[in-house]
């Protein structure tokens, strides 16, 4: 008779500030510290940490230590458990280095006022398929770099979190990512809103290796507020980017553009959400590639709410106060359809008329509506001649 499969047992592991790291890591018995937890840890085990102040993890660090879709390792914070302290390697305070399928739920990141600086409170470092960052609270200060950050991950998943405080990014995702779902995060009060201060960016970074592209994803009902720019896309292709809040932002609010990465951000669909700006710069800025933006409200106090640098972008039943720009001077294609604008101090030829140098390239601008009542039908449903047409 041939042996059984040998199956090994899921084990469900405990630690707390009153346990030892000889103890068994039982419920009764529980380890001390999250660290001792990465050389014990299997797939499919869940590590639970009791409430108390602790330093962090850095797991991966001698070799990946990885669960698998079906079978993840779960690393979940009771109430209370804060990590006030990096982990011993690197200057983060959780640091997954190169592992797949690891779940992280429920921490409150905040390092203690007289630390150094912190490179970052959580760290998906290296590559990683399936890791998630969810439910956590990450509270830095002016001088740490990053709230959340990964390179290299696909289909990493960072979900329900809070984060604040930092200088950079709030929620960061680089280096040639796939599949990135960023939903239902709220960032907030960055301390650098004058310069870096981005709530969410992502980076394809081509000097990193890799493709250079940020391939794919969802940024979806995400709030941030008090920050420098809301959403910042640095290469990122046939994403969709829907439903998300951006208020009280001092430079931009959605941007998509081509600068570290080696392509363009194209593909994307820009879709419900709401921006609302005191700032010079756009609500919604289109750099570059040919993306599609609809349904998204627009308001910009202090500048454009819409501003068309390249590219062959679609704007499709947004509703607007501020000024379109770029669509009527840059020489782009596209169109604009069903557009309604409530700024009475914005005039038809700023945001309506394709201009000549559009030439004999394709383009249209079609019942687009200003809610003043200054702009009759000749000047919001002009196309230019130049495009061998005439002006209806």
Known sequence: MEDLERRRLFSNFFISTSGSDSAAGSSGAPWKTIQHSAVVVKAGDTVTVRAGNYAGLVLGWDGPVSGTASKPITFKADAGVTINGTNNKTRDGINIENCDNIILDGFTIKPVAVDAKWRSGIRFGGGGTGNVA?????????????????????????????????????????????????????????????????????????????????????????????????????????????????????????????????GPSTGCVINGNFVILHASGPCLQLNTGKSEAFSNTLINHGGPSIEVNGGTQALVGNYYLGAITGITSRGQTGYVFGDLNFDSQVSAQDYT????????????????????????AKDYMTIDANMGRKAV
């Open 134 to 262: 969810r439910n956590n609270r990450v509270a830095m200060r002016a001088q740490d770099t990053m709230g959340i950050y990964s390179s290299f991950n696909t289909s990493q998943l960072v979900e329900g979190n809070e984060v604040s405080g930092n200088q950079d990014a709030g929620i960061y995702c680089s280096n040639s990512a796939v599949n990135p779902t960023v939903r239902f995060n709220t960032v907030h009060d960055l301390s650098d809103v004058s310069a870096q201060g981005v709530g969410i960016h992502f980076n394809g970074d081509a000097s990193q290796g890799g493709t250079g592209i940020i391939e794919g994803g969802l940024i979806e009902g995400n709030i941030v507020f008090n920050c420098g720019t809301g959403i910042s896309m640095d290469g990122m292709q046939n994403a969709a980017v829907r439903d998300n809040l951006l208020y009280g932002l001092t430079k931009k609010g959605i941007t998509l553009f081509q600068i570290d990465a080696s």
């Open 353 to 376: 008329t394709l201009d000549a140098t559009l030439g004999s390239s394709e383009g249209y601008v079609l019942a687009t509506l200003d809610h003043a009542g200054t702009v009759t």
